[in-house]
């Protein structure tokens, strides 16, 4: 009897893949937030708004009344929420018996870079925001990000079936290239801001890195490619869409926040890079960048609901 009264405790703390996948949502959009929040600090100058850490100013862990100091205080704040978000959907990886036992060393290790990104940000203000602090800043929140997206279709996939691929392999390969060059999107793109006027702590001993109009350059380049074998992929898809119309459409989703993302880069540009036109462009790369890294997941392991009549 008392045997079965702890199983039964222990089963009434088990999770579903579906409940789980409701964690598992919640972290990508707190871990997409906080990249829009973090760029907002940097963008408003309000980088160096609080001189300590992680209290804003010695002896007062509240912001006084200055607008860069909530800036930056607030951004701290979505960013000890976000640990919070993801180590439960950690914890709670552990008591989903459904998942496997990849997915949960994903779920920790999703919250374990997000755990780094703290000493990382103390880092940023101690050393003035140098900017390769700050860009490897930006940079581990799209590969935290992108973790999180992973694990998120594990749980859907594991809640709802999975299905074979239903494209060859070698399609499969260009679609990881493809990811490759959308991560050196976000490489180039994070120099870029490196590069330009948005220093972050709005003074001019910040450092800054090289001259913009190469970078531009070399981002606009990266742009061409990722599009290009976006497309191709994209046409293979388009010939075959009666096999996977949903998968064909997530892709077409894609390649749609790719041209408006063109869009605003260009615009903003030609405006001398106001921070607002900034602040959404980063936000609409990161969001490009989740939902092609959910596409590139997809093309190698499609959940059932992606692929009608496929078992």
């Known amino acids: 009897m008392a045997i079965d009264s702890t199983t039964a405790r222990a089963r009434s703390l088990e999770l579903s893949a579906a409940a789980f996948l409701r964690l598992a949502l919640a972290s990508v959009a707190a871990l997409w937030l906080i990249m829009v929040t973090g760029a907002a600090v940097r963008l408003t100058d309000s980088g160096l708004g609080c001189r300590h850490w992680p209290g804003c100013e010695r002896g007062h862990p509240l912001p006084a009344k200055n607008y860069h100091a909530f800036i930056e205080f607030g951004n701290r704040v979505v960013g000890g929420v976000t640990i919070v978000i993801v180590l439960l959907a950690a914890l709670a990886a552990l008591r989903t018996p459904e998942l496997s036992r990849g997915a949960r060393r994903l779920a920790w290790a999703v919250f374990a870079g997000t755990l780094a990104q703290a000493p990382l940000g103390y880092l940023a203000v101690k050393t003035d925001l140098r900017w390769p602090v700050v860009a490897a800043h930006l940079l581990l929140s799209a590969v935290v990000l992108a973790g999180a997206v992973v694990l998120a279709l594990e749980a859907f996939s594991t809640a709802r079936g999975r299905a074979e691929p239903v494209v060859p392999l070698e399609l499969r390969r260009l679609g990881l290239l493809v990811g490759g060059a959308a991560l050196a999107l976000l490489v180039t793109g994070t120099l870029a801001t490196a590069a330009g006027p948005h220093s972050g702590g709005g003074t001019e001993h910040v450092s800054r890195l ?69 602040l959404a462009h980063v936000g609409l790369a990161a969001a490009v960048w989740a939902l092609l890294v959910a596409f590139v997941t997809v093309l190698w392991r499609p959940p059932q609901p992606l692929v009608p009549g496929r078992t």
Do not use: D, K, N
């Open 210 to 278: 090289w001259r913009l109009q190469p970078v531009i350059f070399i981002h606009a380049g990266a742009v061409a490619v990722f599009g290009i074998g976006l497309v191709f992929v994209l046409g293979y898809l388009a010939a075959r869409r009666e096999r996977s119309p949903r998968l064909f459409r997530l892709g077409l989703a894609v390649l749609g926040l790719l041209i408006v993302q063109m869009i605003l880069g260009e615009i903003q540009y030609r405006t001398h890079l106001p921070w607002g036109l900034v």
